[in-house]
């Protein structure tokens, strides 16, 4: 029978439990893998199987887990997962809120269904953009790429190293800039064209009074809308590889600092 005494639990401990932290601190909240529909428990099992893969190939801390010191690192490998799945996150939220701003445009504010990542309502255009999106990923394997980061990052941010300098966290927080420059980069050209239809139909209504815009304008509108929509699918494909790259970059650059 295998004997492990306390010494040799606590290495073990050090070995696997700090990469499992990191990683399910990142699956919990990074796109696809952090979904509301995703179980919890497939979560915690995906990131054990993960931290069970790669804890051998790194180098464990040294420092004791059931101390001060220890409690901290735990801290460290949480906020650094976080991080790294929230800086993903973002690029899908602002596409996602872009649709909600062409989709407020165009008259489908009232259209909502269940977003099955946040688990809550979202405009139909918006969700459109979000499976959109997701599908995208999944066909870059973004995932694969973020589970190469996840791993590559262990060797040169290694467990027990500083955790992110001032300036890295800064730029971790002006990132969620892009939630709102993605979001009018994605709208502002649709929303530019409904604007110019209800402008003419302001002129319209105007030159004919008599005339009911509202029960004319809307079909129109929403023609307008779902055709813009249409047209603008492959900006927004191109949009969003552009913010995946700019963002894998970003946590590529954040876990090479030490």
């Known amino acids: 029978m295998i004997q492990l005494d306390a010494g040799q639990l606590e290495v073990l401990l050090a ?17 696809s893998f952090g979904a509301r529909f995703v179980p919890a428990r497939v979560k915690i099992a995906l990131a054990a199987a993960i931290a069970v893969l790669v804890a051998p190939l790194t180098e464990p801390a040294q420092v004791a887990p059931f ?9 460290q490998q949480v906020l650094i997962g976080a991080a790294m799945g ?16 062409l989709a407020n445009s165009m008259g489908l504010s009232f259209a909502f269904n269940v977003d099955p990542q946040h688990g809550a309502s979202t405009a139909v255009v918006g969700q459109l953009y979000m499976i959109l999106v997701t599908l995208t990923f999944l066909a870059l394997n973004g995932h694969l790429a973020l589970l190469e980061a996840l791993v590559d990052g262990f060797k040169t941010l290694p467990v027990g190293a500083s955790a992110f300098h001032e300036e890295h966290w800064r730029e971790v927080t002006l ?3 892009q939630l709102f420059e993605g ?13 110019i239809v209800n402008i003419a139909f302001g002129v ?32 927004v494909q191109a949009r969003f590889g552009d913010l995946f790259a700019e963002s894998l970059a970003l946590v590529r650059g954040l876990l090479n600092a030490r």
């Open 15 to 31: 070995a696997y439990f700090w990469p499992f932290v990191r990683i399910a601190a990142c699956v919990m909240t990074a796109p």
């Open 67 to 75: 101390s001060l010191a220890g409690a901290i690192v735990t801290v």
């Open 86 to 101: 929230f800086v993903l996150q973002v690029i899908f939220d602002s596409l996602a809120m872009g649709g909600q701003l």
């Open 175 to 177: 990132w969620g800039r």
């Open 183 to 195: 979001a009018l980069a994605v709208a502002l050209p649709g929303m530019t064209a409904l604007m």
């Open 204 to 235: 319209m209504s105007r030159a004919a009074p008599a005339l009911n815009m509202f029960a004319v304008g809307f079909p129109i509108t929403l023609m307008f809308g779902l055709a813009i929509v249409l047209l603008g699918l492959p900006a």
